[in-house]
Every structure is written in structure tokens, then in C-alpha cells.
């Protein structure tokens, strides 16, 4: 169990903090959210209980993500020196996405504008920037590298 912990600790601990924020705001929540958006308006609302499914949601697709790219990783072990923390890296994106989506639907809840599109367009330039600036000092570091 400690071993499970210690793999998957920062994904927990984001499931933790998406936990933590549905169960303080739940009281505070109407019946309904906003959960899908369109030309930055609300265009389809569904129950608060979607912001629990949510949660585990995010805890099953950055799981299963880091256990993909582990395998992955296992299978061609060629391609680990340039890509190896990449399994670490991942998960903790598709948590930081999910937990922005998650805050969006409680914010609008709130009548709180917020633009959704500006805020996934941000995730979406900065995820490929994060990737590319990680595999790149990764490189980088194995130039001039002897074995």
C-alpha cells in the first residue's frame, strides 16, 4: 500500500483537493450547474452531482494514464532516456485541466463570468510548452552523455 501511495501520490493529492473543494462548496451549490459552454455562454446544465463523478473522473483518467505511459515505457525502453518523467508529467496535466473544469462549473454556478474557452485555450497552449521545454532539457542533459 505504500508502494501505491508513492507511485500515485500527486495524483491522490489532487483528488484530494477536488474532493476537499465539491464537499465545501456543496452546501453553497444550486440544484443545477453549468457543465457544457458555447460562444462563452451556458448552453446545457446538469445536476451538482456531475461535480463528484467529476473527481473520480480525475483520479481514474490521470491513474490510468500514469500506468499507460509506464507500460508504454516498459515495452519500448528505447524511447525512456529522452521520455522518461513523462508518466509523472501527464497525469499531472490531465488533473490540472480537470480541476480547472471542475472550478469553471461551480464559478458559473455562482453567476461568476468566466470565460471557459479563454481558460482551456491557456491549458492547451501551455501543455504542449510544458512538454516540448521538458523533453527538450531532457535532451539537452544527455548531450555529451557517455556511457
Request: aromatic share 12%; glycine share 6%.
Amino acid at each position: 500500500m505504500k508502494a501505491f501511495f508513492k507511485t500515485y501520490g500527486v495524483e491522490l493529492a489532487f483528488f484530494a483537493v477536488s474532493v476537499f473543494s465539491v464537499a465545501i462548496a456543496w452546501g453553497f451549490l444550486p440544484e443545477t450547474i453549468p457543465v457544457q459552454w458555447k460562444d462563452g455562454q451556458v448552453c446545457s446544465v446538469g445536476s451538482k452531482w456531475i461535480l463528484w463523478l467529476l473527481s473520480l473522473a480525475l483520479l481514474a483518467g490521470s491513474c490510468v494514464s500514469h500506468y499507460a505511459m509506464k507500460r508504454y515505457f516498459d515495452k519500448f525502453p528505447a524511447l525512456a532516456p529522452a521520455l522518461s518523467g513523462m508518466e509523472r508529467l501527464v497525469p499531472i496535466c490531465i488533473s490540472v485541466v480537470l480541476l480547472s473544469c471542475q472550478a469553471c462549473s461551480m464559478l458559473a454556478a455562482w453567476n461568476v463570468a468566466v470565460r471557459v474557452d479563454l481558460v482551456l485555450l491557456v491549458e492547451l497552449l501551455l501543455v504542449p510548452v510544458v512538454f516540448i521545454g521538458f523533453v527538450a532539457a531532457k535532451i539537452l542533459g544527455n548531450i555529451g552523455k557517455t556511457k
